[in-house]
């Protein structure tokens, strides 16, 4: 390409321009045939019609207002129901410790035995005091008895039978004071044996042996009771001011007969069996932290609750209506704050600030920003703008955790010594009706429809075989969670009821990531809650376990996250 620039600087100058001119001339042809070209086939040809914008495809639910069962959650602390310090009644030296430490207990049985050899010196000796002032006694009565004949004959003055009446009274009293020794020193003699006086959890031994005892290190140990367990916890100032109002306005519905359990949620998430009743409640709110004491007592038989455990405490009983219930993953948050996506009549996508009250399982119960009948977004929101069209797929509402039953319905134990007065009392702070009498009052009666739909709705979870029951669990965990295990606490005691009947449990395929681990989890999920059920009483033999079942396109992504238990001879 070089040479041709050489070339041409040596011809001469007219004939260097006529070549440039020439080389321009061509340009300038082939550029014109090219326009001739492109005009010739866009006048052949149509020209392709612009593709227009993209419909999303969604998945929406559409959101109706219902009555739902509500729990108030608090930090609490269990305390032992009677705690008795261990101490030693005598001085002495201690000369063993009998018990094991941190064992459980029995009435009666022995702690500590503390030296026996003096104090079985003292009774020794207090007994030879006795001894002595009893012939002391004898003789004096004697003496008494010669005299009396004696001045009744005028033989001896009455001076003498005064004297020897006072010996007879003095040595009898010599007498009883030798008793109340002898009675002492058998007292202290026993006081060396020492026992627990209840059932509970020992401590550790806070003297070790061969050490004197004494007024100022006589605590020896103490014994905690555990059955049953009780529990504090407080509610501020401002929740009991907001809890009334919302019962005022019809916002809250309070418990029928203002029933309200207690449910204690463990460290790690788990659930303890047994519920519990608010026996105490305290008149008068701490100055120094704005709140009042509450004490829940709970049946704990088997020792599972310790002293000093840091719980939450669900109160349960209250209920909301007209509630809105969404999926928690169709909340997002904004720089303004939570909002959704819902589908107007137009099937154009719109966002809709809301505002998030209480969890209910896997949904949140949202307070303000929705109303009957609204399509909200649940799958599909990252295709979405405002105004944007969309195809909307409608998926069924996913199910609420089971309504709460209270112990006379479900059949649960109830804590011991619980006072229904105490439980009243505590009911009249929260919702500010005098005794707790006046709660269902001030709903309006809402409470009692509230009850009605939450037995139907155990009826129709318990009884229809058709429809199943499911239990969700967190992502990428197999482990039953707290709702999950009061829904399998439902099913077992429905399967129990109806010995016939029969659970056929299967889990979910995801099709999103490894297939291999996927079908895993969804096995270990179908296996827990298996376990779950049999450590609920119903027997292995009336459990199948079934294949996990792959989810299709379209579905919703938490039936991934899904168990589900479908009950056959139920009714």
Same mark, same amino acid.
């Given at each position: 390409?070089?040479?041709?620039?050489r070339?041409?600087s040596?011809l001469?100058?007219?004939?260097?321009?006529?070549q440039?001119?020439? !080389?321009?001339?061509?340009?300038?042809?082939?550029?014109?045939?090219? /326009?001739?070209?492109?005009?010739?086939?866009?006048?052949?040809?149509?020209?392709?019609?612009?593709?227009?914008?993209?419909?999303?495809?969604?998945?929406?639910?559409?959101?109706?207002?219902?009555?739902?069962? +509500?729990?108030?959650?608090?930090?609490?602390?269990t305390?032992?129901?009677?705690?008795v310090?261990?101490r030693?009644?005598?001085?002495?030296?201690?000369?063993?410790?009998?018990?094991?430490?941190?064992?459980?207990?029995?009435?009666?049985?022995?702690?500590? +035995?503390?030296?026996?050899?003096?104090?079985?010196?003292d009774?020794? *000796?207090?007994? %030879?005091?006795?001894?002595?002032?009893?012939?002391?006694?004898?003789?004096a009565?004697?003496?008494?008895?010669?005299?009396k004949?004696?001045?009744?004959?005028?033989?001896?003055?009455?001076?003498?039978?005064?004297?020897?009446?006072g010996?007879?009274?003095?040595?009898?009293?010599? $007498?009883?004071?030798?008793k109340?020794?002898v009675?002492?020193?058998?007292?202290?003699?026993?006081?060396?044996t020492?026992?627990?006086?209840?059932?509970?959890?020992?401590?550790?031994?806070?003297?070790?042996?061969?050490?004197?005892?004494?007024a100022t290190?006589?605590?020896?140990?103490?014994?905690?009771?555990?059955?049953?367990?009780?529990?504090?916890f407080?509610?501020?100032?401002?929740?009991?001011l907001?809890?009334?109002?919302?019962?005022?306005k019809?916002?809250?519905?309070?418990?029928?007969?203002?029933?309200?359990?207690?449910?204690?949620?463990?460290?790690?998430?788990?659930?303890?069996?047994?519920?519990?009743?608010?026996?105490?409640?305290?008149?008068?709110?701490?100055?120094?932290?704005?709140?009042?004491?509450?004490?829940?007592?709970?049946?704990?038989?088997?020792?599972?609750?310790?002293?000093?455990q840091?719980? !939450?405490?669900?109160?349960?009983?209250?209920? !909301? #209506?007209?509630?809105? $219930?969404?999926?928690?993953?169709?909340?997002q948050?904004g720089?303004?704050?939570a909002? $959704?996506?819902?589908?107007?009549?137009d099937?154009?996508?719109q966002?809709?600030?809301v505002?998030?009250?209480?969890?209910?399982?896997?949904?949140?119960?949202?307070?303000?920003?929705?109303?009957?009948?609204?399509k +909200? =977004?649940?799958?599909?929101?990252l295709?979405l *703008? #405002?105004?944007?069209?969309?195809?909307a797929?409608?998926?069924?509402?996913?199910?609420?955790?089971?309504?709460?039953?209270?112990?006379?319905?479900?059949?649960?134990?109830?804590?011991?010594? /619980?006072s229904?007065?105490?439980?009243?009392?505590?009911?009249?702070?929260?919702?500010?009706?005098?005794?707790?009498?006046? /709660?269902?009052?001030? *709903?309006?009666?809402? *409470?009692?429809a509230a009850?009605?739909?939450?037995?139907?709705?155990?009826?129709?979870a318990?009884?229809?075989?058709?429809?199943?029951?499911?239990?969700?669990?967190?992502?990428? !965990?197999?482990? $039953?969670?707290?709702?999950?295990?009061?829904?399998?606490?439902d099913?077992?005691?429905?399967?129990?009821?109806?010995?016939?009947a029969?659970?056929?449990?299967? %889990?979910? =395929?995801?099709?999103?990531?490894s297939?291999?681990?996927?079908s895993?989890?969804?096995?270990?999920?179908?296996?827990?809650v298996r376990?779950?059920l049999?450590?609920?009483?119903? #027997?292995?033999?009336?459990?199948?376990?079934e294949?996990?079942?792959?989810?299709?396109g379209?579905?919703?992504? /938490?039936?991934?996250?899904?168990?589900?238990?479908?009950?056959?001879?139920?009714?």
């Amino acid at each position: 390409m070089n040479t041709a620039p050489r070339q041409w600087s040596k011809l001469p100058k007219n004939s260097q321009c006529q070549q440039g001119a020439l !080389r321009r001339a061509t340009q300038g042809l082939a550029l014109a045939a090219i /326009a001739a070209s492109m005009l010739a086939s866009g006048c052949s040809k149509n020209e392709a019609p612009a593709s227009g914008p993209r419909v999303a495809e969604v998945s929406a639910l559409t959101v109706k207002g219902q009555t739902v069962p +509500v729990a108030f959650q608090f930090v609490g602390q269990t305390e032992s129901s009677q705690q008795v310090e261990i101490r030693a009644r005598v001085n002495g030296f201690l000369e063993k410790r009998i018990y094991t430490e941190g064992s459980f207990v029995k009435p009666g049985q022995v702690l500590f +035995v503390m030296d026996k050899k003096p104090f079985e010196a003292d009774l020794q *000796a207090a007994k %030879g005091e006795l001894a002595q002032q009893q012939a002391r006694l004898t003789t004096a009565r004697a003496n008494l008895n010669r005299v009396k004949p004696l001045v009744a004959d005028n033989a001896l003055a009455a001076k003498d039978l005064d004297d020897a009446t006072g010996q007879e009274q003095a040595a009898a009293a010599a $007498v009883e004071a030798a008793k109340a020794k002898v009675a002492e020193s058998t007292l202290n003699l026993g006081y060396t044996t020492i026992n627990s006086p209840l059932a509970g959890l020992s401590s550790f031994a806070k003297v070790q042996d061969g050490a004197y005892i004494n007024a100022t290190n006589n605590l020896l140990t103490y014994v905690a009771r555990l059955d049953p367990m009780r529990v504090n916890f407080s509610l501020s100032e401002n929740e009991s001011l907001r809890l009334r109002e919302e019962v005022k306005k019809g916002m809250l519905l309070a418990a029928p007969r203002d029933d309200y359990e207690v449910e204690l949620v463990l460290a790690d998430g788990s659930v303890f069996p047994a519920r519990g009743r608010i026996t105490f409640a305290d008149a008068a709110f701490s100055q120094d932290t704005g709140t009042f004491l509450l004490r829940a007592e709970l049946p704990n038989p088997q020792g599972t609750l310790r002293p000093g455990q840091f719980v !939450r405490v669900n109160v349960i009983g209250f209920s !909301r #209506p007209g509630a809105i $219930v969404v999926p928690q993953r169709a909340v997002q948050e904004g720089p303004r704050g939570a909002f $959704v996506w819902t589908v107007d009549k137009d099937n154009k996508a719109q966002q809709r600030p809301v505002v998030a009250g209480d969890w209910m399982g896997d949904q949140w119960l949202v307070s303000q920003g929705l109303k009957d009948g609204d399509k +909200v =977004v649940v799958d599909g929101f990252l295709r979405l *703008a #405002p105004g944007a069209s969309v195809q909307a797929k409608d998926v069924p509402a996913e199910p609420l955790p089971p309504p709460r039953q209270t112990a006379a319905q479900s059949g649960g134990a109830t804590a011991q010594g /619980a006072s229904a007065a105490g439980a009243a009392n505590a009911a009249a702070l929260v919702v500010g009706t005098p005794g707790g009498s006046g /709660a269902q009052a001030a *709903a309006g009666g809402g *409470a009692a429809a509230a009850a009605s739909n939450a037995n139907a709705a155990t009826q129709q979870a318990q009884g229809d075989a058709s429809a199943g029951n499911a239990v969700y669990f967190e992502t990428n !965990r197999s482990r $039953v969670d707290a709702t999950g295990q009061a829904r399998l606490q439902d099913i077992a005691a429905a399967m129990k009821a109806k010995p016939e009947a029969q659970a056929t449990v299967h %889990g979910y =395929v995801d099709s999103s990531g490894s297939a291999k681990r996927n079908s895993e989890l969804a096995k270990q999920r179908a296996q827990a809650v298996r376990d779950a059920l049999v450590a609920a009483g119903v #027997p292995s033999d009336r459990i199948v376990l079934e294949k996990p079942a792959n989810i299709v396109g379209g579905d919703s992504s /938490a039936k991934a996250r899904r168990v589900d238990i479908v009950l056959a001879g139920a009714r």
